[in-house]
């Protein structure tokens, strides 16, 4: 079935609500790559905040008032940074873990503009992925021991459900235009054979 073009127009209407509620809410998963991840604890936290200007803690990259709250951002730059001064493996499948949610949310944002509910899901799925990786990584490289976690932690998980729920939105609106039009298709077609 062809859409004309006032179909195509009143399909963007209908659909212009979950589309900016779905955008909004993946770009508020790539802001969340610049919010705090881990936050500084207890004597560590007082000590970097003794001496902002130093760089103890991470030296070379980030300022001890840098590392009083860690984003995912920053993590990339300490990796960075690493594998600049050591070309491992593991220092590039933490920059790709730590990097990763990002880089499939833009692919993500990319779908929702382009009003593809489908791949949206699929990719918002994926982008779990890495985020996933990078907790577990953080617990085993015994960061929680001078930090805890930060409210970035709990709002990628908030937002990945958004991310779902408005992409399940948009395809119900999807369904529910599309049984309308050939509604009313149908209805011209029986007018014009009478």
């Not at 993946?26 to 802001?31: A, D, E, K, V, W």
């Not at 200007?53 to 590392?67: D, G, H, I």
């Not at 833009?106 to 699929?122: D, E």
Request: net charge positive; aromatic share 14%; with cysteine.
């Amino acid at each position: 079935m062809k859409m004309s073009l006032e179909q195509k127009r009143s399909r963007c209407k209908f659909l212009l609500a979950p589309t900016i509620v779905l955008t909004l809410a993946i770009f508020s998963l790539l802001i969340c790559f610049f919010l705090p991840l881990l936050t500084a604890t207890g004597d560590f936290r007082e000590n970097l905040l003794l001496h902002p200007s130093e760089s103890n803690a991470f030296p070379s990259v980030l300022s001890n008032e840098q590392a009083v709250d860690i984003s995912m951002h920053e993590f990339f730059k300490i990796y960075w940074d690493a594998y600049a001064k050591n070309n491992s493996t593991e220092k590039v499948l933490s920059i790709c873990i730590f990097c990763g949610t990002s880089i499939i949310s833009l692919f993500t944002l990319s779908l929702s503009l382009l009003k593809h509910p489908i791949g949206v899901v699929f990719f918002n799925i994926l982008a779990i992925a890495p985020h996933a990786l990078a907790t577990i990584y953080i617990s085993e490289k015994r960061f929680l021991e001078f930090y805890e976690w930060g409210y970035a932690k709990s709002l990628y998980y908030a937002f990945f459900a958004l991310v779902f729920v408005c992409a399940i939105w948009m395809i119900i609106k999807k369904v529910s235009f599309n049984k309308k039009a050939k509604a009313e298709l149908a209805a011209c077609e029986d007018k014009n054979t009478n």
